[in-house]
């Protein structure tokens, strides 16, 4: 189990949408690394028996975080570094009815704002320039980092995938933050966080899904990024 870095001692990850393969891949990842985690879902029973769920996986408590289930809202209380990974549809609604909870904390938006047709994915536009930053637009009392856009759900539901090689690209403008979720990417055996630039430059990152969905359609494969020479 990779050690706990100072930064995330102490403190909750909350992740909204928990339920969902991202977020319950992410969770699962977490927890077995030690870190708490509230799984968050659109009704309080639901999460509770993902969280309930999830715990039976990961095999008791041994080498493992806590892990609890609320509602959407009860997991923003909750956690002091909150995810979001819930479906772009859903996005702003979900934020604007958190926006008190969420108030003094780290949110990572892991939101990939993409449309499916005939020629497979592609990126939408978003009026204020990526999902990232409409976080941030919608909770201005809340520091948004974007990160996580580009881990394969699948890889990380799957309890024989044991080390997840990419690496995770981190936005936003506030270093402290950044570093926090650098840290928290990098307790996934085999991943790393890497800076990727300001909270302006989430849009390729988001975009890039796209492409890579594309790619794994393609080649049968669940493939990553990795940044190379740092």
């Known amino acids: 189990m990779t050690a706990i870095p100072e930064s995330l001692q102490g403190k909750t990850v909350a ?7 991202q977020g319950r891949g992410l969770a699962r990842r977490f927890a077995a690394a030690g870190v708490p985690v509230v799984l968050g879902s659109r009704t309080e029973e639901k999460g509770k028996a993902a969280a309930a769920e999830l715990a039976e996986a990961l095999g008791g408590a041994d080498g493992r975080g806590a892990i609890s289930g609320s509602d959407n809202a009860g997991a923003a209380a909750a956690g002091d570094v909150v995810l979001v990974v819930v479906p772009w549809d859903g996005h702003k609604e979900l934020l604007e009815s958190l926006r008190e909870p969420l108030a ?5 938006d892991c939101v990939n704002p993409l449309g499916f047709d005939k020629q497979g994915p592609f990126a939408l536009e978003v009026e204020e320039g990526s999902a990232t930053e409409q976080a941030q637009a919608v909770l201005p009392d809340s520091t948004v980092v974007g990160a996580f856009h580009n881990v394969s759900a699948v890889l990380l539901e799957d309890p024989e995938v044991t080390s997840i090689d990419t690496d995770v690209l981190v936005l936003g403008d506030e270093r402290e933050a950044t570093d926090l979720v650098q840290d928290l990417a990098g307790v996934i055996p085999g991943v790393r966080g890497v800076y990727g630039g300001r909270r302006r430059n989430a849009h390729q990152v988001e975009a890039l899904t796209a492409n890579l969905i594309a790619a794994n359609r393609r080649y049968k494969a669940h493939a990553g990024v990795r940044i190379t020479d740092i």
């Open 15 to 21: 992740v909204l949408g928990g339920t969902g393969p």
């Open 104 to 108: 003094g904390k780290v949110v990572v």
